[in-house]
T-cell receptor, first 114, second 114 residues
Framework: AQSVTQLDSQVPVFEEAPVELRCNYSSSVSVYLFWYVQYPNQGLQLLLKYLSGSTLVKGINGFEAEFNKSQTSFHLRKPSVHISDTAEYFCAVSLYNQGGKLIFGQGTELSVKP | DTGVSQDPRHKITKRGQNVTFRCDPISEHNRLYWYRQTLGQGPEFLTYFQNEAQLEKSRLLSDRFSAERPKGSFSTLEIQRTEQGDSAMYLC????????????FGQGTRLTVV
């Protein structure tokens, strides 16, 4: 079975500081990897995805993530955060042969303070 | 295209009543997914359609839950004899036929069972 673990439930950070949100996954088969962001009372918006190729993936709003196969990790980073980045962030995996069904982590609440 | 649309956005119902939610996917997206998200958790997969065929159902989907996609376009999710534990955000997502693309999420229907 596949699983996704987000190692931090809450990450407080000051504006303009760098941030890293950690994600580890477990799977016996190859997966696609995603980061989604959710603002209060909203659906999920894709930040970035890793399908294949370069392990460093750049997404929207200045976010990037690095796929590390040996450590089964897909950590999300941003060099300088803004107040508007305050939201819930979800890491997710999907399997090649399962129709795009997503398995999500528990989420990390990013709180950016002035 | 306005994206994935869900109706209603909020629903308050008394325990034991039946409720039905609707999802209109992005046009030409043949895959449609339902997820449930409880407070402080990541979304959990409920069921998945490819065109009108329901291809997978999670064990989370008890016999009180039923989903349909009769013409391969919009979908409905019905919960019969609601229980307080059904209170959650119900998210719908759609994706095009290629499996390595992301799913696009609606804004969700928040159900409160009192």
């Amino acid at each position: 079975a596949q699983s996704v673990t987000q190692l931090d439930s809450q990450v407080p950070v000051f504006e303009e500081a760098p941030v890293e949100l950690r994600c580890n996954y477990s799977s016996s088969v190859s997966v696609y990897l995603f980061w989604y962001v959710q603002y209060p009372n909203q659906g999920l918006q894709l930040l970035l995805k890793y399908l294949s190729g370069s392990t460093l993936v750049k997404g929207i709003n200045g976010f990037e993530a690095e796929f590390n196969k040996s450590q089964t990790s897909f950590h999300l980073r941003k060099p300088s955060v803004h107040i508007s980045d305050t939201a819930e962030y979800f890491c997710a995996v999907s399997l090649y042969n399962q129709g795009g069904k997503l398995i999500f982590g528990q989420g990390t609440e990013l709180s950016v303070k002035p | 295209d306005t994206g994935v649309s869900q109706d209603p956005r909020h629903k308050i119902t008394k325990r034991g009543q039946n409720v039905t939610f609707r999802c209109d996917p992005i046009s030409e997206h043949n895959r449609l997914y339902w997820y449930r998200q409880t407070l402080g958790q990541g979304p959990e997969f409920l069921t998945y359609f490819q065109n009108e065929a329901q291809l997978e159902k999670s064990r989370l989907l008890s016999d009180r839950f039923s989903a349909e996609r009769p013409k391969g376009s919009f979908s409905t999710l019905e919960i019969q004899r609601t229980e307080q534990g059904d209170s959650a955000m119900y998210l719908c997502a759609s994706s095009p036929p290629v499996s390595n693309t992301e799913a696009f999420f609606g804004q969700g229907t928040r159900l409160t069972v009192v």
